[in-house]
């Protein structure tokens, strides 16, 4: 597709449960960037790539999240043990290196019960 | 801490009103980004400014960013009920390495009725 791609749309899963979220992002983009957007809330930076690499994990709120990226395309966002805390949309975006625009996809909302 | 603080959060108008969106910080930033998000959606980029005092318009939309960088404003023309949304400001700070690491403010969720 054209756009940034998000799978699961909505997942719901219990307490203590592990999660994994996937970005493919739209093809040739080098920067991803993933957020989290709690009910009502703004957006929350979590990390950012540049390739395969993270030189920004300054976001990801404890040792629970984690995330990887392979290939210069896709990325997956994993959250260990989850809390109800970690309800949230995540979004991910993406964009050519050094631009301006970064493009979200629609996100992946994840309930935890 | 918000760094940047959106008001109103709530906005409920009628057809052809005129609103502002105000962005506030204490903070400088080096660009400050306007978005729509629509509701099971991404946001989507409106607008960027970049020079203190700088002034964009898009249709029925203007925006302001202040002349030290640290706030902006969003007006909207006659609003109509496809400008129903929730709107978020995003700065991104000086010195950074990643353009697309943005400070979001919380949002003001639009609504306008016909």
């Known amino acids: 597709g054209a756009g940034v791609s998000q799978s699961p749309s909505n997942k719901v899963t219990e307490k203590g449960k592990d999660v994994e979220l996937r970005c493919d992002p739209i093809s040739g983009h080098t920067a991803l960037y993933w957020y989290r957007q709690r009910l009502g809330q703004g957006l929350e930076f979590l990390i950012y790539?540049?390739?395969?690499?993270?030189?920004?994990k300054s976001g990801l709120p404890s040792d629970r999240f984690s995330a990887e990226r392979t290939g210069e395309s896709v990325s997956t966002l994993t959250i260990q043990r989850t809390q109800q805390e970690d309800s949230a949309v995540y979004l991910c975006?993406?964009?050519?290196?050094?631009?301006?625009?970064?493009?979200f996809g629609e996100g992946s909302w994840l309930t935890v019960v | 801490t918000q760094l940047l603080e959106q008001s109103p959060q709530f906005l409920s108008i009628q057809e052809g009103e005129n609103l502002t969106v105000y962005c506030n910080s204490s903070s400088v930033f080096s660009s400050l980004q306007w978005y729509r998000q629509e509701p099971g959606e991404g946001p989507v980029l409106l607008v960027t400014?970049?020079?203190?005092?700088e002034v964009k318009k898009l249709k029925r939309l203007t925006f302001q960013f202040g002349d030290a960088r640290k706030d902006s404003s969003l007006h909207i023309t006659a609003a109509q009920p496809g400008d129903t949304g929730l709107y978020l400001c995003?700065?991104?700070?000086?010195?950074?390495?990643?353009?697309?690491?943005?400070?979001f403010g919380q949002g003001t969720i639009l609504t306008v009725h016909p």
């Open positions: 790539f540049q390739g395969n690499s993270a030189p920004d």
């Open positions: 995003a700065g991104r700070r000086p010195g950074g390495t990643s353009y697309g690491k943005l400070t």
């Open positions: 975006a993406s964009s050519p290196g050094g631009a301006n625009t970064i493009y």
């Open positions: 400014v970049v020079t203190g005092g």
